[in-house]
């Protein structure tokens, strides 16, 4: 097969003699990594090169790259142009592909609790790393944009590069989860101290994000298991130290979740006793209001009726002497209610 002379999008290479070359051309890599390439099973005794490339989701010749060239499965060629794959690990025939989600706050939108995920897709086979990402993928960019680093990982085995990619893309919870507390304890003051009607609505917004968070940490929390524990081709025990690593970050990343769940709760809670509570005391003012001028009600009402004769009628002193005797009933009343303690 002849390979199309087009550049990719970005590769690393470091041959066995320890050199580094980068943006290689498609026929260039498709020599390394066809049969008896420098990609391949090195003979007993020397060293092996290991290459790395890195495709954008977008790249026209992405396909035709990852089916030609490195001859993967379709499926998996097909999953990693989707968005919606589901996070995995699987072992294929000469070659490991994974699948992991990153995830960030979304500065595009005017909700401030959007999230925003990103696939990364990687390839992992003897002598080679292949990553398949969309725009933004800092954690495949940060790594890139140091050859250095990047031919380092490289020459530490290609189980090396997948772990760097795999921790750098589950690192970015951290900061989601730093903003998060920092939401929540402004909750806190907003519900305890304030008591901002208008942090109902974002309450079950946060409660929103955090339970998307979960989604998207439960299957990768199963992924990380597998890549730290099953035995695999492409993963040796001592990388597979590094992925127990990143699967205790996963484990940490889903103890913050459920205490966050918990404080959400606990702070919705709160909301609804402080309305409960001020509705209370609305409903004991009005009470109170209602049971003081019970006795205008009744001594009004009562010397207004339509009699030729009423008591205190003719009298000059009737209307002051009623309206004493109605303040006083009533003074009499706020008392009985504190002297029995319910106001």
Known sequence: MTAPACRLLRSVYRTPDGAVRTDLTLGEIAELVGPG?????????????????????????????????????????????????????????????????????????????????????????????????????????????????????????????????????????FPVLDQLDGILDGFEERVLVNFDESVLRELFAVKRLVLQLRRHLSPQREVLSALANRPLAMLTGPSQLYFRDVYDHVLRLNDSLDAYRELLGSTLDSYLSQVNNRLGRSSKALSTVATVTLPFVIVSGMWGMNFAHVPLSASPHGFWLLLGVQCLIGALLLGALKWLRLL
């Open 37 to 173: 390439g420098a990609c391949g099973p090195s003979p007993a005794g020397t060293a092996a090169g290991a290459l790395w490339v890195d495709l954008d989701v977008a790249d026209p010749e992405r396909v035709a790259v990852l089916r030609d060239v490195f001859r993967f499965h379709p499926l998996a060629v097909e999953d990693t142009g989707s968005p919606n794959s589901r996070v995995k690990a699987e072992e294929y025939d000469g070659y490991l592909f994974v699948i992991v989600r990153a995830v960030r706050f979304c500065e595009e939108t005017e909700d401030p609790y959007d999230l925003e995920t990103l696939n990364v897709c990687a390839f992992v086979g003897s002598g080679y790393v292949v990553t398949v990402h969309g725009e933004g993928a800092s954690s495949v960019n940060a790594i890139l944009a140091e050859p250095g680093r990047a031919a380092e990982l490289l020459a530490r085995g290609p189980a090396r590069v997948l772990h760097a990619v795999v921790d750098a893309a589950v690192d970015e919870y």
